[in-house]
């Protein structure tokens, strides 16, 4: 059974940083594109960041290039996002998702298989 669980979401000052984990289990991790969404308070869920298989492409929503990075450690089936810069309107809660293909980065939450049970971030102004 494919699992996913996000970590590291919190309370946070404007400015402040934090360092998001989802840790993989169940799959082949190394056959799996991973992304980052959020879910913003009474709003959709939105693309934030995604990395191929091997690591080596990533792809950001323009509301955080420069500040957040993608991420994967495939020894320990773990993909991570450093959050630099925070904002208020980085609020929300953060989902991590992996969708098996081919080594691409994808950028479209249809197109992913499974999904973590998300983690709280607030950012006060």
């Known amino acids: 059974q494919v699992h996913l669980q996000e970590s590291g979401g919190g309370l946070v000052q404007a400015g402040g940083s934090l360092r998001l984990s989802c840790a993989a289990s169940?799959?082949?991790?190394?056959?799996?594109?991973m992304g980052w969404f959020r879910q913003p308070p009474g709003k959709a869920r939105e693309f934030v960041a995604a990395i191929n298989r091997s690591g080596g492409s990533t792809k950001y929503a323009d509301s955080v290039k420069g500040r957040f990075t993608i991420s994967r450690d495939n020894a320990k089936n773990t993909v991570y996002l450093q959050m630099n810069s925070l904002k208020p309107e980085d609020t929300g809660v953060y989902y991590c998702?992996?969708?098996?293909?081919?080594?691409?980065?994808?950028?479209?939450?249809?197109?992913?298989?499974?999904w973590g049970q998300g983690t709280q971030v607030t950012v006060s102004s």
């Open positions: 998702g992996a969708t098996w293909g081919t080594n691409v980065v994808v950028t479209i939450g249809a197109e992913y298989d499974y």
């Open positions: 169940g799959l082949s991790f190394t056959n799996y594109p």
